[in-house]
């Protein structure tokens, strides 16, 4: 079966066209500015196809499923012959609020229990009910599957979700802890037990997921005991732009005192925090490096003030679960940056693992990076939300 997996944000639309007879990737990219201009990039990964980086028209996103598909088969950068080939599409769909544990096949009802978590997601929700409702308006009743970010995390105790406020809000607003990245932590954490050959119910595993936003993740015997994000994806560990957990009464003496809405403190927390907002120079790891070299004291601290969040983080749910057989560390800082892996490991001999700095030099590729004597393992594992979304895909669709 060939699996069209989509990501669509409120301005884009990331695709990619798996066949699932061998988990090849025939083709993938992305539609920007939907809405505002319009751009496409659309990469075949077959021989001999061209590829398409041009400005388009996008009006709205159903425009840019049209176009996808008029990429797919077109006789410069097509992979299929017709749209038929296609089985079945698979949707990131960000927030599951409680109804969902699991992926699900997108039915009318489905998709207003989608519509009912809006308020715990009212920015990306919104998105990725568009790009489904694009994708029937293009190709009609090819089955459709939602695979959430917060699914993987339904797992978490009430001790581990609950917050200490008033039991009333979580009643009436289901106020409480969700976590993302539920599908990167899921992927991980079985691509662990199979390199490290053991069952993934007797696994205790931290994972890492270090990108533009960043969280982590407990899981003991393949379950999600714990995560860093929360209500919003705003919360845990410092990322890019965003904050990460701090004290909430910032809030109200920032609006106070710099006489700002709340509304404007949250962007402030949102789009200049983090590493943005600590160095004054990037919310890219890479720029912050080139500024350390170039003796950025602002641009050392943001890095210091990451590692140190995440190291802490490993430390707390390696107490959390009663021990960790591993770390793993993905995304695109994970799976790159070496000098962060090896800062953040730094202190974890105290949880009997340890670093192999030689074999830590590593990027984008998939490895034990563990020093010879630690007790636990660190691994660095890229990511593949998408192939998590084609299988799911197959295998309710199958079903
Ligand atoms: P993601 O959100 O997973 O795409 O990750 C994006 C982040 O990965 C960027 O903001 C970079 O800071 C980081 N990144 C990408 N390549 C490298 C690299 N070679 N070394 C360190 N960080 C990197």
Redesign the pocket.
Known sequence: MKVLVINAGSSSLKYQLFDMTDERVLAKGICERIGIDGHITHKPQVEGKAVFDEDVSLPDHATAIALVMEKMLSAESGVISDVSEIGAVGHRVVHGGERFSASCLIDDAMLDEVRACIPLAPLHNPANITGIAACRAVLGDVPQVGVFDTAFHQTMSPAAYTYAIPYEYYEKYKIRRYGFHGTSHRYVAARAAEMLGRPIEELKLISC?????SSLCAIDGGKSVDTSMGFTPLAGVPM?TRSGDIDPSIIEFLADREGMTVDAVLNVLNKKSG?LGVSGVS???????KAVDAGNERAKLALDVFFHGVAKRIGAYAVAMGGVDAVIFT??????????REAICKNLGVLGLALDTEANKV?GKEKDVTAAGSRGRVLVIP?NEELVIARDTVEIVGA
């Open positions: 997921h270090m990108g533009n936003g890019g590493m919310s890219d790891f890479r720029d912050l490096w995304a695109g800082i994970g799976e790159n940056g070496a000098e962060e990027r990511t």
